[in-house]
């Protein structure tokens, strides 16, 4: 694969390079070639929301983190996009919350699963993966994409299921699990279906998870409750919902006609 050479000072560098990342993933089989167009719909409803991490999705985060603090079996699930944005990321949180890695695919090949397996292993050889050998089934989903590792998502309380499919989201959710996912897309079915929904940009929201991780592991365990006693998914949807609109009417009352970058 060619080196990445476009200059630091290019206005989209960040949009390319990781566009470059999932060529890359892509390439060395890592990632399936629907991840390419479902990384392309998440960059659209980026570009919606002003590529930054707005105050509903910091909300969703704590209650996610606060959930998954008092979990008996939190699990993290890892997909080709995720093993090619943030594997680093997914290691590191899963360490600070105590949760195993399950490698979870929607089209699901021995050979992806081995890839991706890779990469984690190159950076924490001794990190403990499942779904290598999953020899359960989520009720309702017909084969390869239902298969789960009995000591990951089968026996999980709680499962973050990051740029998921809704279908399976949903199956998840009737499962009994608690169900949280990252997805930039306010409308989507996994964002309907999930009991925690950060509407962010899985590049700026694990590195933030992370950080939250590390305040609220501190906490006395009341105060973990309230923050998901007090937390409301319906609401956040919404909000995200607004804060759309109105900056969609504050950049169509500025005019944005050969504006450089955008004000806000
Ligand atoms: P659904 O099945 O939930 O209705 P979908 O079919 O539109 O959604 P999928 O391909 O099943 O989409 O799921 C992938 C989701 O991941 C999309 O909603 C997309 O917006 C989101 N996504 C893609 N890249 C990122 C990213 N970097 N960070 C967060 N979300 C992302
Ligand atoms: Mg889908």
Do not use: C, Q
């Amino acid at each position: 694969m060619a080196e990445f050479k476009v200059p630091k000072s290019h206005p989209r560098y960040w949009s390319l390079y990781y566009r470059h990342k999932l060529e890359e993933a892509l390439e060395n089989g890592i990632l399936a070639t629907a991840g390419l167009i479902a990384h392309g719909r998440g960059e659209a409803f980026d570009y919606l929301i002003g590529e930054k991490t707005i105050e509903p999705a910091e909300r969703a985060m704590r209650a996610a983190v606060a959930k998954l603090l008092l979990a008996e079996h939190p699990v993290l699930s890892v997909n080709g996009n995720v093993a090619a944005l943030v594997p680093k990321e997914t290691i590191e949180l899963a360490k600070l919350l105590n949760a195993k890695i399950e490698i979870n695919l929607f089209y699901r090949t021995e050979e992806r699963v081995k890839a991706i397996a890779e990469v984690l292993r190159e950076i924490d050889p001794d990190v403990e993966l499942l779904g290598i050998n999953p020899t359960k089934r989520i009720p309702n989903l017909e084969s390869e994409r239902g298969k789960v590792d009995e000591k990951g998502i089968w026996r999980a309380d709680v499962v973050v299921v990051p740029l998921e499919d809704g279908d399976r989201t949903e199956a998840l959710v009737a499962m009994g699990k608690f169900v949280i996912t990252i997805d930039l897309n306010p409308l989507s079915r996994s964002a309907r279906m999930a009991d925690i929904t950060v509407v962010d940009n899985i590049i700026r929201a694990y590195p933030r998870m992370i950080e939250i991780a590390k305040e609220l592991k501190k906490k006395p365990k009341e105060e973990l409750k309230a923050i998901v006693n007090n937390y409301d998914n319906g609401k956040i949807l919404s909000e995200v919902l607004l804060h759309m609109k109105d900056r969609l009417e504050k950049l169509a009352n500025h005019s944005i006609w050969r504006m450089k970058e955008l004000p806000f």
